[in-house]
């Protein structure tokens, strides 16, 4: 295979399997405003309490896969609280309010983590080695990371697996009455509290691999709630009400963003791929602003 051709793919697997860290992220956001209606600002708060949990569950000694039990069960537990003590309290009051209140509780949330814990850097070792991995196909020279493979099967069966128990399981069908219409589904019976509760159960699982994984990637520290914001590019692509928008999105902005840095970034300049994401929502929230799955509003008067 040509190496210039061999670059480019790899560079594109690379930019996938980013992607599918991205689509991850991106699903905590989803069922969160499937069932709600609203934009989760903290969850990137949450993946930094997350990750900032497991480390020090870890740096005091305990089994791995214990301080993974443990972390998940208090990420469970802080989802449940939040359900309860805010979301739960501000039902039928209008969507700016319970925006206003995820923005309140990511500030809080990222105080409270450091203040339990600590502001210190923290090194995560997962136990998947952070090194280039020849293709199957000997002949190609195509080099991808090994711990890029592993974090996107990892997070690739996480969102199959999330994604099948929310569209086809009775809690599926379940949250979709709860986003078409939350009252209506009240009146025929459904537990709305109850369906909130396994929705930030949910985004609280998700946010504790999301921060193992870019734990390791760029340690465990405050700018990782950042990277959650990468999901918000992903969202306006994809829409926010679709699954399937949040796995094609991030699969889209990552290989995007990618083939952006190696070949337009010598042209137009360096840190393309910080921006570049943005930039493509940009232009989608003025072309097609409900994204490419999103449902279109239509407000009647």
């Known amino acids: 295979m040509h190496p210039e051709l061999a670059f480019a793919i790899e560079v ?5 399997l980013s992607g599918v860290m991205y689509s991850l992220v991106a699903l905590g956001f989803v069922l969160i405003f499937k ?15 997350a990750a900032l ?5 870890l740096e005091m000694g305990v089994n791995f896969w214990l301080a993974i039990a443990v972390a998940l069960a208090v990420m469970i537990v802080l989802a449940v609280v939040i359900e309860r003590v805010m979301l739960r309290p501000l039902i039928a009051q209008p969507v700016i309010i319970l925006f206003m209140a995820t923005i309140g509780l990511n500030y809080f949330l990222e105080g409270f983590a450091q203040a339990v814990w600590d502001a210190d850097v923290h090194g995560l070792d997962l136990g998947i080695p952070d090194v280039p991995w020849m293709s199957l ?5 195509i ?15 996480l969102v199959l697996v999330l994604a099948f128990f ?11 009455a709860v986003a078409d219409d939350n009252q209506a589904a009240m009146s ?7 369906i909130w509760a396994i929705v930030w159960a949910a985004a609280g699982l998700v946010a504790l691999v999301a921060g193992a994984l870019w734990g390791q990637r760029l340690g465990v520290q405050f700018s990782i709630s950042l990277v959650a914001l990468k999901a918000l590019p992903v969202l306006i692509l994809g829409g926010f009400n679709s699954i399937a928008g949040a796995i094609l999105g991030g699969l889209i902005i990552g290989a995007t963003e ?17 921006w570049s994401a943005y930039f493509i929502a940009m232009l989608f929230l003025i072309f097609r602003p409900q994204g490419l799955f999103g449902e279109k509003i239509i407000e009647r008067v």
């Open 12 to 16: 594109l697997i690379a930019g996938l």
């Open 35 to 49: 069932a709600s209606g609203i934009f989760n600002f903290a969850q990137g708060a949450m993946v930094l309490f």
């Open 53 to 57: 949990t497991f480390v020090r569950i």
């Open 137 to 141: 196909l000997d002949s190609t020279n």
């Open 143 to 157: 080099l991808i990371s090994l711990f890029d493979v592993w974090s996107a099967v990892i997070c690739g069966v």
């Open 166 to 176: 929310f569209q086809k399981g009775r809690i599926g069908r379940a949250l979709r």
């Open 188 to 194: 025929v019976g459904i537990p709305l509290q109850q």
């Open 258 to 274: 990618k083939l952006a840095e190696v070949y337009l970034g010598p042209i137009i300049g360096g840190g393309i791929e910080s």
